[in-house]
């Protein structure tokens, strides 16, 4: 027995990784499709109804677009407020991430909706020659906005530590070079600290944005109308109106799947974009030099580079 799962190993050490996993992924599929097949999903159904649920997915990235637009925004103020030495910043900024942070993200989404209407009203009856009554209007936002202003709201705060390590993986020495050239904080940060620490920032970034992709869906609890409804929203509409909300759901999952395989591909070329230059290579092994090069090398010891 040992023997057999001997001989299975190095066989199976000759078949290329790549090779391995993608015989895993067609052997998944096929455990799918198998599944798709017992389920008698109504396929004429799903294929009538595709291009209705697909174009909710210009609203699910407008609403990614706009809260991730307003949680770079709130992250890097909660980021550098935190590592401010000014107490009322940092106090400020310590509620913002307490509170958005323990706090469900569908709970601030109808806080946002249905509270501020609300307070807008009690506002303009009690204090009417402050409060007009545009700004009671101002107060009642369509369930997109509110749903992307509570988007932008709740990743901010969780972004705020990631910009916060990022700029704090910048070297003191970088920050002391800029004051020395007698820059000043915003100028520091603006053309030495920040570029250097975004290199940090972009990959969690686009991870997050990735994530509020996926919560878009939340934003149908509100009641988005039709002509602006993302895929979650659209594909409840069409399922219960026809029952078939298996297959609705089933669309949309694949939908959501299929935008975040599109924009996993464009965030690590990203990535790589931004890393250049401070990946490291391997290192060039003493015996690849020519021989006139090694001459020139400096000895080991306390005096030599190494």
């Known amino acids: 027995m040992g023997d057999r799962l001997e001989r299975l190993a190095v066989s199976s050490a000759r078949i290329p990784f790549r090779l391995k996993v993608a015989l895993v992924w067609v052997v998944i599929f096929a455990f799918l499709g198998f599944f798709f097949w017992v389920a008698k999903f109504d396929t004429d159904w799903m294929l009538d109804n595709f291009t209705f649920i697909a174009k909710g997915l210009q609203y699910t990235i ?15 103020l909660g980021a550098l407020a935190r590592i401010s030495s000014n107490p009322i910043a940092f106090g400020i900024s310590g509620f913002y991430i307490s509170f958005f942070r323990g706090t469900p993200l569908i709970v601030q989404m109808f806080l946002i909706y249905l509270a501020l209407p609300q307070i807008g009203t009690n506002l303009h009856v009690q204090y009417p020659e402050l409060f007009s009554r545009q700004f009671e209007d101002s107060l009642v936002l369509d369930p997109a906005v509110a749903g992307t202003l509570a988007l932008g709201l709740n990743y901010g705060a969780y972004m705020t530590e990631i910009f ?39 990959p969690p970034t686009g991870n997050e944005f990735i994530a509020m992709m996926k919560d878009t869906a939340l934003v149908s609890f509100l009641g988005v109308s039709i002509q602006h409804a993302e895929v979650f929203r659209r594909a409840g509409l069409v399922g219960k109106a026809d029952f078939k909300n298996l297959e609705a759901l089933v669309l ?11 924009f996993t591909f464009f965030q690590r070329r990203l990535e790589t974009r931004v890393s250049r230059g401070y990946v490291r290579t391997e290192p060039l092994r003493t015996a690849e030099l020519p021989s006139e090069e090694l001459s020139d090398l400096p000895p080991h010891g306390k005096g030599g580079g190494g």
């Open 62 to 76: 407008y609403i990614a677009l706009g809260g991730i637009a307003i949680a770079i925004v709130l992250a890097l």
């Open 164 to 202: 916060r390590a990022g700029i704090q993986s910048v070297a003191a020495g970088q920050g002391e070079a800029a004051d020395a050239l007698g820059m000043t904080y915003r100028q520091k940060m603006r053309r030495v600290v920040l570029p250097q620490a975004f290199r940090v920032i972009i």
């Open 252 to 262: 949309a999952a694949a939908l959501y799947w299929g935008l975040t395989i599109i």
